[in-house]
């Protein structure tokens, strides 16, 4: 008995510990495993908002008409290789690429290559709500109504095979951008053909169909989701043969798998400083495109006062407040406009930290003693801002050296953004994360006239000039031009001061040494097509 | 034996009665829609929840309820989870075979453990190594299996970086899932990196298992102590030891044998113990089992995927324990009268 355990014992261990071959190492040097916050909803981005989604889904399995070029955000050809715009603005044609090919997977075997009548279907879909596809999985693309895209779309036109032509009701600057998100993606016309045939529309979504550089192979639901390498991919070399998405909800886990080398890449790290300190992780951040900022009740008394506002802007210590409450996970913002969107004015300075100055301007504005104020702090931890009630404390100390008293108010978050909307405030703690990179998204959510009526724009604050500036940026596509319009409508913020930009937070991920290629951009879904790994794991 | 064989049957069957009344009645005593709770459909409308009710014998008396219920459970249907809307039946199916798998490996790494030390403590009865030995298998029962898991993980996977932490292979290799115990479905499929996954299935195995083995084995060890000062005390030793055989030829040759023979009923006790500290290890090292399978429904409020996992659970160890009990019988003519009184 012991004599036939342990031959078999030595059997075993050449199994465990030999030789392996060639190709046995290159199956986990080609598997990138990539530990995700949670499962995705869909493997259609055009039905969601959520960031979880969108990473899983968009850049791993499509492609968009256009893309952005990660440098400067500027537009680049992606599937079409070529668009022009009319010169009135309401005629955009987009010329494709010929050499497109969709997935070939085990339920799907493409017979042509992607032509007009894949762009077709894939926003008729959204448009048009006789498709027969617009109300399977619900009906609902969240990112589309709410950018008003199906009243700014009159129609899509196929002029040839290779050729489409959107037609617009009005010119509309920011519409490129929209359609080279990660939720413009291009889907099979083909595949949905052959759905319908089968009578299984509902697949559609769930077993997906891209262009895309890696294609789907399984899902096992809530906790592993399998890609396989798209081998006819038109863009690029894929280096990875499968990404796998490791569904770990648990920050701890996460970290855990990360130490112990069973994931390559994971999303929002926790115990940065633990990562740092080991040889082979290293931290990505990349600043994204929110910001936090002080707002004020332009309509009440004394914040109507600019000079009460400016006095206030210099009390207040911008980097000790990023450095404490964001623990240096964010950048200063100077302006509404993360550094790198092409619209950003760099020649804004930050406002200056001078308390002398401070109380110079509240004597001039009539108030030498100072006064007595409200401060609003968000009751819930977003991006871009952690932690509003310390950001609140840190003021109040600010601000007293001042003699200005703040009482800090809070309410639960929906009573909260309610009051806010009715402007019972004097001041408060808020912040954005823009759906595109398109500069109008920071501007005219937030300041404009009209969504101060509609209580959106929190500082009560309207100024025509201001207004006018953002609807000319909106009519031209000139990106100089544009770019122009937007650096006069930031120097009207940094002058009016209706609030104070504290911060861009970053995304943050973590990852193994052995992982080369960029990841992350600062605007939208991480992407694993560039990615190259170098050494196994488990 | 066949008077003990009916005794055991019939006993088997009341159980199963009992447990499945009373995996029933939870349907009842779970907050919500007793139908909804038994068939984890909550996203139905009303005429669906109608039908399912005529279906499911709800319009009736409870005994007719339990009866359908009952002959939906037989025909393998049970359920929805209510928290993905998957059926529950093929995921049990699944699972438990991987808690089965991690068990047995537990069992056997628990037994390579136990059983020898034991032995050498019991040959070096009232010695040094002897007190060592009893010392240390007494601080490995009292620690918390979910401690030492952590402890291992936080060892092992984070500071060595020797083993992995969490779940039961590789996510690069793909194993079609054929049988449940993996490393049968891993020799049994066409993958052509096989070996590699069974390399990956391995490594993955070791830190649970042996974490789960620890408090067995220290069982072991003592019962594998005390069988062999038994034996050590018997005349045929003794009267080995007047014919002049030296002292390893009587171990080998005697003693081990017939220690290890009063060893097997344990044997077979411990496993159902053992699968208790499986479904906690489980959740720990991310091992898909059924522990954590059913530890996370209870998390979620998912009433059907507890009700029956419950009932597949108990229902499973239950014939765990006949088996055993059967085994043991047919080996020993003893425990049949002696035990349960038949004679």
Redesign the interface.
Known sequence: MIKIIARLTLLLIP??FGC?KS??IA??NK?L?YCSEGSPETFNPQLVTSGTTIDATSKQLYNRLIAFNPKDNSLIPSLAESWHVTQDGKKVTFYLRHDVHFHHTKYFTPTRNLNANDVLFSFNRILDKTNPYHYVSGGKYPFFQNGNFSKLVNHIEKINDYTVRFILNYPDSSFLTNLATDFAVILSAEYADQLAAENQKQLIDIYPIGTGPFKFE?YR????I?YYRNNDYWHNDVYLD?L?F?ITPRNS?RL??L????CDVIAYPIAKNKIRSRADLKIDAITSYNVGYFGFNTQKPPFNNLLVRKAVAHAINIASLVKNVYSDQAVIANTLLPEHSWANDKSIPAIDYSPEKAKAMLALAGYPNGFTMDLWAMPVQRAYNPNALKMAKLIQADLAAINIKVNIVSYEWNTFLRKLALGEHQTFLLGWSADTPDPDNFFTPMLSCSSEKTGNNRTFWCDPQFDNLLKQALQTSNIALRADYYHQALHIIAEQVPLIPIAHAKRFQARNKHIYGQLLYPFGGIDFSHAIKTVG?? | MLIFTLRRLTLFFFTLVILSVFAFSLCYLFPGEPIVNLTGRINDNAAQLAALKLQYHFNENVFFQYISYLKHIFSGNFGLAMNNQLPIGPLISKLLPATIELSLVALLIALFIGIPVGFIAAIFHRKPIDNTILILSMIGYSIPVFWLGLIAILIFSIYLGWLPSSGGIGLIYEIKSVTGIQFIDILMSDNPFKWQAFRSATMHIILPATVIAIAPATIFIRLARTAMLEVLDTNYIKSAQAKGLTFFEIIYQHAIRNALMKMILHVGLQFVNLMTFAMITEVIFSWPGIGRWLINSIYQRDYTAIQSGLLVLSTFIFIVHILTDFFYAALNPIARGKRFGSR
């Open positions: 199994l465990l392996d190709s046995d199956l986990s598997s495993v399984s639901t809530g906790s592993v399998r499968q796998i490791d886990s855990t798998k130490l112990a080398n069973e794991n488990f």
